[in-house]
T-cell receptor, first 112, second 113 residues
């Protein structure tokens, strides 16, 4: 069955450093992958979408890579700020109908 | 620009009662999704609709759960009868079309005593 793994432990980094979050998956070849941010008490917020034929996608301080051979996506936040502290979720497309399978999320804490 | 609106934000009720969660998607969005989030299982898709038609309800836990979308601007998720294990945060999300980014509401925190 489809399995998605994200770093289960919280990631603590210093302000200004680059945060790197990992999303690994098995038993499937998704056409695209999405990253969301979730703050406590709020719904997830869409950040980036990357397709299987794209190796890298950038948006301001965010960068996502997608390696379909390794079945892995990396999510980078450069020049991190305390306001970046949140839980980050990766999601894989499950079929052509828009069905997404979410990972458990990685909690990021950026210390000033 | 109003986002996805869910109501109520919090619901506390006793086991056996009927619970109805409501969702108003973003105007113009053709796809609507219901999710459940718990610490143990994370964010799970329950059911989704395209153009008001249920497409995949394989994530609905059991017959106690039902969802409807009578029109493009409203959907309900009903649990009858409710059980303590249904306690979770329920999210509704909408997207312009299938395979587009999803916009989530802020959820309904449901507690079944």
């Amino acid at each position: 069955s489809q399995k998605i793994e994200q770093n289960s432990e919280a990631l603590n980094i210093q302000e200004g450093k680059t945060a790197t979050l990992t999303c690994n998956y098995t038993n499937y070849s998704p056409a695209y992958l999405q990253w969301y941010r979730q703050d406590p008490g709020r719904g997830p917020v869409f950040l980036l979408l990357i397709r299987e034929n794209e190796k890298e996608k950038r948006k301001e301080r965010l960068k996502v890579t997608f390696d379909t051979t390794l079945k892995q996506s990396l999510f980078h936040i450069t020049a991190s700020q305390p306001a970046d502290s949140a839980t980050y979720l990766c999601a894989l497309e499950r079929n052509q109908g828009g069905k997404l399978i979410f990972g458990q999320g990685t909690e990021l804490s950026v210390k000033p | 620009d109003a986002g996805v609106i869910q109501s109520p934000r919090h619901e506390v009720t006793e086991m056996g009662q009927e619970v109805t969660l409501r969702c108003k998607p973003i105007s113009g969005h053709n796809s609507l999704f219901w999710y459940r989030q718990t610490m143990m299982r994370g964010l799970e898709l329950l059911i989704y609709f395209n153009n008001n038609v249920p497409i995949d309800d394989s994530g609905m836990p059991e017959d106690r759960f039902s969802a409807k979308m009578p029109n493009a601007s409203f959907s309900t998720l009903k649990i009858q009868p409710s059980e303590p294990r249904d306690s979770a945060v329920y999210f509704c999300a909408s997207s312009l079309s299938a395979n587009q980014p999803q916009h989530f509401g802020d959820g309904t925190r449901l507690s079944i005593l």
